[in-house]
Antibody, heavy 122, light 107 residues
Framework: QVQLVQSGAEVMKSGASVKVSCKAS????????IHWVRQAPGQGLEWMGI????????VYAQKFQGRVTMTRDTSTSTVHMELSSLTAEDTAVYYC???????????????WGQGTLVTVSS | DIQMTQSPSSLSASVGDRVTITCRAS??????LNWYQQKPGNAPELLIY???GLQSGIPSRFSGSGSGTHFTLTISSLQAEDFAIYHC?????????FGQGTKLEIK
């Protein structure tokens, strides 16, 4: 079955960088874009950006420009999201999600990875 | 950026009730609207896509409607497993923004 499996929880210091991985299985990795979304404790969902697994092209939310880098490794069907200059406000669960398109225009996220908790402490 | 606003933020209901959650967009998004269900400790799961399309495997008691700026998610007869947080999301333009979520609780 289609599955996205993420790396484990991380505890980081303020100012450090964190890299979260998302390994895809059950489908052709290069055929579907991957998005990253985060959710701070008790908060809503926040879109961070998108990566094309085939060409590696990325689009980042303006809020994270200059601080986030998304990459992919086609040999292992894995995408990575690295966030730098961490502060306590970056404490959140980070999700990857595959993009599915219907009728060539309607896009949706399905499935999602299980989430990776990143805790930033001073 | 397109702002998505859900109402109510929380809702108490009983098993068997009919429940409606509303999502409004700050500008017209046609029917580029998805709904997700999120249970505690779990990732969101796609329920409805393109405003009214029922995702495969989702029970028919879930339905979505709307276009432009006003959308609704309806659960026709609440079941115990439906108590969760519901999120709307626009896929009209990047950034793909979400509503703040509606927490559906047992009365």
């Amino acid at each position: 079955q289609v599955q996205l499996v993420q790396s484990g929880a991380e505890v980081m210091k303020s100012g450090a960088s964190v890299k979260v991985s998302c390994k895809a299985s059950g489908y052709t990795f290069t055929s579907f874009f991957i998005h990253w979304v985060r959710q701070a404790p008790g908060q809503g969902l926040e879109w961070m950006g998108i990566i094309s697994p085939s060409g590696g092209g990325t689009v980042y939310a303006q809020k994270f420009q200059g601080r986030v880098t998304m990459t992919r490794d086609t040999s292992t069907s894995t995408v990575h999201m690295e966030l730098s200059s961490l502060t306590a406000e970056d404490t959140a669960v980070y999700y990857c999600a595959r993009v599915v398109t219907v009728a060539g225009v309607f896009t949706m996220f399905d499935p999602w990875g299980q989430g990776t908790l990143v805790t930033v402490s001073s | 950026d397109i702002q998505m606003t859900q109402s109510p933020s929380s809702l108490s209901a009983s098993v068997g009730d009919r429940v409606t959650i509303t999502c409004r967009a700050s500008q017209s998004i046609s029917t580029y609207l998805n709904w997700y269900q999120q249970k505690p400790g779990n990732a969101p799961e796609l329920l409805i896509y393109a405003a009214s399309g029922l995702q495969s495997g989702i029970p028919s008691r879930f339905s979505g409607s709307g276009s432009g700026t006003h959308f609704t998610l309806t659960i026709s007869s609440l079941q115990a497993e439906d108590f969760a947080i519901y999120h709307c999301q626009q896929s009209y333009s990047k950034p793909y923004t979400f509503g703040q979520g509606t927490k559906l609780e047992i009365k």
